[in-house]
């Protein structure tokens, strides 16, 4: 009779090692996947909420607040959580001796001993929302000033200088 001890230290061997490896690159195709849903979710909501607002609400106000509210709520995440998250962007100040504040931007770069990767979809993710996003504000200023919306134009400006600032804080 055969007695199997539950301690046992044998290893699972896969029948199919295709499959196993196939199982495995799906999941690591979205390491981040709530982290990828917020990095999307407030700046799409802001331009869905600028494209919307006036059907679904007469107060121009309780929109241009809410259209800056999800814009910096966009702009936390990508610095705070998303940039870290899902490419390894890192950033803090600090005050020098002299009292002059400097920002200091990095990136994870990828070694061979570290075993956090960059996932290409992740990162394909994040580019397209920080890419996309400003581009449609920028057509929303100029649709808003060749329509001589003017008060639209504030509201689409505070879109654009956010997403701006998101962008050329990468850049620096």
Known sequence: ?????????????????????????????????????????????????????????????????????????????????????????????????DGKSHWVFESRKASPQENRTVSEVESRTFSLGRIASPVLWVIFAFSALFSFRVKWLVGVMMGVVLQGVTIWSHQV
């Open 1 to 97: 009779m055969l007695h199997q001890d539950s301690n046992d230290d044998t290893e699972d061997i896969s029948l199919f090692d295709e499959e196993e490896e196939t199982t495995n690159q799906k999941k690591s195709k979205i390491g981040h996947p709530v982290a990828s849903f917020f990095h999307l979710f407030f700046g799409v909501s802001a331009i869905i909420v600028c494209l919307l607002c006036e059907l679904l609400s007469n107060s121009f106000i309780a929109c241009l607040v809410t259209i800056i509210s999800l814009s910096s709520h966009d702009f936390w995440a990508v610095k705070n959580v998303t940039g870290r998250l899902m490419v390894g962007l890192r950033w803090w100040n600090y005050i020098d001796e």
